[in-house]
């Protein structure tokens, strides 16, 4: 079930698992608790629907599920545990900052999912749905999630902004990524051996090159153009020394006499007049320059927040683990040990 919000939720989970939470009061471990964190509960349920969730995905890539006990499986119970306690911390902190996900706007997106990866058939999103391991409730649970991840991220970065100096400066301190090199259209024939070499340019030289695409087609070893008579565009400076430095230095319609580099023997033909270096302008890449400084604005505004958030988690108290459940690195164990770290410089 793939959107494009996939890499959006990612990024979220990535800048979430360097920290834990739990805010607010913490409630107490119930007996089917796998953890509590602040004011939630996270059900033995809520894990055993993560792990089946996993035992499929194994079985559909025909890999055996680790036995319980073993070292494999309590690590991939420890992720699914961390992703649990992730979860239950975000729905907490959105409360906090007021973004909230309505059946309905879930319901929406499962309209969505079936509309664009099953065609709208029912039986087929059922039956994936089966394939995972889940029901059609536990599926919405997955889902909010997703949408609630959105949701927060849209929140933390509505008010980003990049001004037209910021966009200017960037363009300036990049022009090089901006330039475009020398070009031109040439063919060529590579051979393995000097004597060869030598037999097609004599041939070429006599025949005023009109036999150039054919017998590049019958000798050439360079895969990416001997089928194409030889013919390829070359940029200053993107190809071998002596070949670039031949290459750019004919007249158009010029055969070079045999050219030698590491990759055997050439004949070079130039096509085309050198093109001379341009400067793609700012105004043609204002807008890409833009959405990329915004991106990386947002990704910055979501790990603050991110950040901010393990200040107030990672608590005593404030995460609780029934016994043989606490994942091992504890989540909260990188935000500690830098914490005290700080504090003993």
Same mark, same amino acid.
């Given at each position: 079930?793939?959107?494009?919000?996939?890499?959006?939720?990612?990024?979220?989970?990535?800048?979430?698992?360097?920290?834990?939470?739990?805010?607010?009061s913490s409630a107490s471990l119930e007996s089917d608790d796998v953890l509590v964190v602040?004011?939630?509960? %996270?059900?033995?349920?809520?894990?055993?629907?993560?792990?089946?969730?996993?035992? #499929?995905?194994?079985?559909?890539?025909?890999?055996?599920?680790?036995?319980?006990?073993?070292?494999?499986?309590?690590?991939?119970?420890?992720?699914?545990?961390?992703?649990?306690?992730?979860? @239950?911390?975000?729905?907490q902190r959105a409360d906090d900052i007021g973004v909230k996900v309505s059946d309905k706007?879930?319901?929406?997106?499962?309209?969505? %999912?079936?509309?664009?990866?099953?065609? &709208?058939?029912?039986?087929?999103?059922?039956?994936?749905?089966?394939?995972?391991?889940?029901?059609?409730?536990?599926?919405?649970?997955?889902?909010?999630?997703?949408?609630?991840?959105?949701?927060?991220?849209?929140?933390?970065?509505?008010?980003?902004?990049?001004?037209?100096?910021?966009?200017?400066?960037?363009?300036?301190?990049?022009?090089?990524?901006?330039?475009?090199?020398?070009?031109?259209?040439?063919?060529?024939?590579? %051979?393995?051996?000097?004597?060869?070499?030598?037999?097609?340019?004599?041939?070429? @030289?006599?025949?005023?090159?009109?036999? +150039?695409? #054919?017998?590049?087609?019958?000798?050439? #070893?360079?895969?990416?153009?001997?089928? &194409?008579?030889?013919?390829?565009?070359?940029?200053?400076?993107?190809?071998?020394?002596?070949?670039?430095?031949?290459?750019?230095?004919?007249?158009?319609?010029?055969?070079?006499?045999?050219?030698?580099?590491?990759?055997?023997?050439?004949?070079?033909?130039?096509?085309?007049?050198?093109?001379?270096?341009?400067?793609?302008?700012?105004?043609?890449?204002?807008?890409?320059?833009?959405?990329?400084?915004?991106?990386?604005?947002? &990704?910055?505004?979501?790990?603050?927040?991110?950040?901010?958030?393990?200040?107030?988690?990672?608590?005593?108290?404030?995460?609780?683990?029934?016994?043989?459940?606490?994942?091992?690195?504890?989540?909260?164990?990188? +935000?500690?040990?830098?914490?005290?770290?700080?504090?003993?410089?």
């Amino acid at each position: 079930m793939k959107r494009s919000s996939l890499a959006l939720i990612s990024m979220l989970f990535a800048l979430l698992v360097a920290g834990c939470g739990g805010g607010g009061s913490s409630a107490s471990l119930e007996s089917d608790d796998v953890l509590v964190v602040g004011g939630q509960h %996270v059900t033995k349920d809520d894990l055993n629907v993560m792990m089946t969730r996993a035992r #499929k995905s194994y079985e559909a890539n025909k890999q055996k599920f680790p036995k319980p006990g073993t070292q494999e499986f309590l690590a991939l119970q420890g992720q699914a545990v961390t992703y649990l306690l992730q979860r @239950a911390e975000l729905q907490q902190r959105a409360d906090d900052i007021g973004v909230k996900v309505s059946d309905k706007d879930v319901d929406k997106r499962i309209d969505l %999912v079936k509309k664009q990866s099953y065609g &709208n058939d029912q039986k087929k999103f059922e039956a994936a749905l089966a394939a995972q391991g889940l029901t059609l409730d536990q599926y919405k649970l997955f889902e909010k999630f997703q949408v609630l991840s959105e949701a927060v991220y849209k929140k933390v970065t509505g008010d980003v902004k990049v001004s037209d100096a910021a966009i200017k400066d960037y363009y300036e301190k990049n022009k090089a990524v901006y330039r475009q090199k020398e070009s031109r259209d040439v063919r060529h024939i590579l %051979v393995n051996k000097r004597a060869l070499a030598d037999q097609i340019y004599a041939q070429l @030289a006599a025949a005023h090159e009109q036999n +150039f695409a #054919k017998l590049a087609k019958k000798y050439s #070893k360079d895969p990416s153009s001997a089928a &194409n008579g030889g013919k390829l565009t070359i940029v200053r400076g993107q190809t071998v020394p002596p070949f670039d430095k031949t290459a750019f230095s004919l007249d158009k319609g010029q055969l070079s006499k045999p050219v030698h580099t590491q990759y055997g023997w050439h004949i070079i033909q130039a096509l085309s007049a050198v093109r001379p270096a341009t400067s793609t302008p700012l105004s043609k890449v204002k807008d890409s320059i833009r959405q990329q400084l915004e991106s990386q604005k947002k &990704n910055e505004a979501m790990t603050k927040w991110i950040n901010d958030m393990q200040k107030s988690f990672c608590k005593p108290a404030k995460i609780k683990y029934q016994a043989g459940y606490q994942p091992t690195p504890d989540p909260c164990t990188s +935000f500690t040990s830098s914490t005290a770290a700080t504090a003993t410089q």
